[in-house]
Nanobody
Framework: QVQLAESGGGSVQAGGSLVLSCSLS????????IGWFRQAPGKEREGVSH??????????SDSVKGRFTIARDNPGNTNTVYLHMNSLKPEDTAMYYC???????????????????WGQGTQVTVSS
């Protein structure tokens, strides 16, 4: 069992930055992929980025590549996964969720069902 809790969302103007945090508890030491998804009203949940907690391999969707950076602390016993979001655009506005998967979810992670554990989400609003 893995429990995840997101924090760091908020409101920012276009071009600004935010850092989201995903705190892990429970089975932190096992190998897993921690991903960030987002969902805007009326749209499907979209995979944004994920990272392998042991090897650090990362993946980004085309919509955020070059603007967002995912990182984790303590390889092998990860406490927190971060999503550094720069050059934010109004279309980045969404509820952001972190999630955990035991097996390779693909790159980009298009299927939320590949992820077993989910946090409650944190809202990001970008104004023009």
């Amino acid at each position: 069992q893995v429990q995840l809790a997101e924090s760091g969302g908020g409101s920012v103007q276009a071009g600004g930055s935010l850092v989201l945090s995903c705190s892990l508890s429970g089975d932190r030491g096992s190998k897993k992929y921690i991903g960030w998804f987002r969902q805007a009203p009326g749209k499907e949940r979209e995979g944004v980025s994920h990272i392998f907690t042991v090897g650090g391999t990362t993946c980004y969707s085309d919509s955020v590549k070059g603007r967002f950076t995912i990182a984790r602390d303590n390889p092998g016993n990860t406490n927190t996964v971060y999503l550094h979001m720069n050059s934010l655009k109004p279309e980045d506005t969404a509820m952001y969720y972190c999630a955990a998967a035991r097996t390779w979810p693909g790159c980009p992670a298009n299927d939320p069902n590949e992820f077993t554990y989910w946090g409650q989400g944190t809202q990001v609003t970008v104004s023009s």
